[in-house]
């Protein structure tokens, strides 16, 4: 946790074309950077918050026709479809939402469609006449879009894809056919429930890298990741299910299916960024409540197994990533060949999503 001291406080007089004075920001610093809060930013150019999800810190406010969306300690940030990153992501100040002020200068532009200048001697920030060469089409008035204003969102990984095939049962199906079938079903589940969408990071037989799996999560602003894999070892022993949720704490061995890019790269744990932390809490809710439904369908494993996910630390909303069961042990493929195993599993999931979906809804309105 770093600390929350001020050390300095001026303010930051944003200037109109004319050079008047039409807004003052209070200036913060925290370490070499500056701030300004967010609150005072959108107040200037007469912005609305739309919503605050709390749990995932992730808050989208509109200001002059665009939205903006961004995560506290998180660098990534959106206006539009466009994405950003920040040098230093948006912090949490004694409370209060404080965007770094690199954002006034490489990022308002875009938003008010403005050059602007700023001055760090005498701290103004002028706001020009000149407009802001674009290099996208949206155009100033470009709506927000209506897809950006629902509620629930899911982002189901089927894991594996293309070359990589995954494990293979002993009759030869492959994992990778498995996941998306599963994947498929659950979004097929989920589509009758009012106010949910789901997207699948890929929805056919192609390859994909885990990094393009979860920037396209991350694109797509879901509220909760699910990633499927099915397992495999050569010990009869290992059995059931294994859900991991993200975490620092434990770093993960070789495994089998765990192999290749999936899991544990040469990351260090000093590399994990706080909001996986904020993060976790949920992921292992969700992990719970997914052990149990898997266990209704004659499952046993184990839940809640934390490990440093490659790349998932980039993963900007709750998720766990299950292995729902071991192809290479004769319990888990005789559930696993049940003419109604694919929709049972399926169903599972989704009674999880839901439940999940219902926390977040009760702790926090979306
Ligand atoms: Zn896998």
């Known amino acids: 946790m770093v600390s929350d001291a001020v050390a300095e406080a001026t303010y930051l007089q944003v200037l109109n074309a004319e050079g008047r004075e039409f807004a003052s920001l209070e200036l913060l610093q925290r370490q070499s950077t500056k701030y300004v809060l967010e609150k005072e930013v959108r107040e200037a150019l007469n912005g609305t918050r739309v919503r605050h999800e709390r749990l995932i810190g992730r808050i989208t406010i509109t200001m002059m026709g665009k939205r903006v969306v961004f995560t506290l300690d998180q660098r990534r940030l959106r206006v ?3 994405e950003y990153v920040l040098s230093e992501p948006p912090v949490s100040i004694s409370g209060r939402v404080a965007i770094p002020v690199e954002f006034l200068v490489e990022i308002l532009p875009a938003i008010v469609d403005r050059q602007v200048e700023l001055d760090t001697e005498n701290w103004t920030l002028k706001i020009k006449r000149d407009r802001f060469a674009r290099e996208d089409n949206t155009g100033p008035d470009a709506t927000v879009s209506p897809v ?8 189901i990984d089927p894991g594996h894809g293309g070359r990589d095939t995954g494990s293979r049962t002993k009759i030869g199906r492959e994992e990778k056919d498995q996941t998306l079938k599963v994947a498929q079903r ?3 589940l989920l589509v009758s429930e009012a106010g949910i969408d789901v997207y699948l990071t890929r929805n056919s037989d192609k390859y994909m890298m885990t990094t393009e799996r979860i920037n396209r999560a991350n694109d797509l602003g879901g509220h909760v990741y699910l990633g499927i894999h099915f397992n495999w070892s050569p010990s009869q022993r290992s ?3 294994t859900i991991y949720v993200n975490s620092d704490r434990v770093r993960l061995g070789t495994g089998f299916d765990l192999g290749a890019e999936m899991f544990s790269t040469g990351k260090s744990a000093e590399s994990k960024l706080p909001e996986s932390k904020r993060f ?3 992921s292992k809710l969700l992990a719970k409540d997914m052990a149990k439904r898997l266990r209704k369908i004659g499952l046993t494993g184990e839940q809640e197994k934390e490990a440093l996910l490659a790349d998932m630390d980039d993963l900007s909303m709750p998720g766990v990533l299950v292995e729902v069961l071991y192809f290479s042990n004769q319990q888990d493929l005789k559930i696993f060949s049940s003419p109604d195993f694919i929709n049972s599993v399926s169903q599972a999931f989704r ?10 809804e009760n702790e926090n309105p979306l």
Do not use: C, P, W
């Open 148 to 155: 950006a204003a629902t509620g629930f969102r899911v982002i």
């Open 280 to 282: 976790l809490s949920h």
């Open 186 to 188: 659950i979004r097929e």
């Open 80 to 82: 539009n479809d466009k």
């Open 239 to 241: 059995k059931g299910y």
């Open 351 to 360: 009674d999880s999503i839901l439940a999940f979906r219902d926390i977040l």
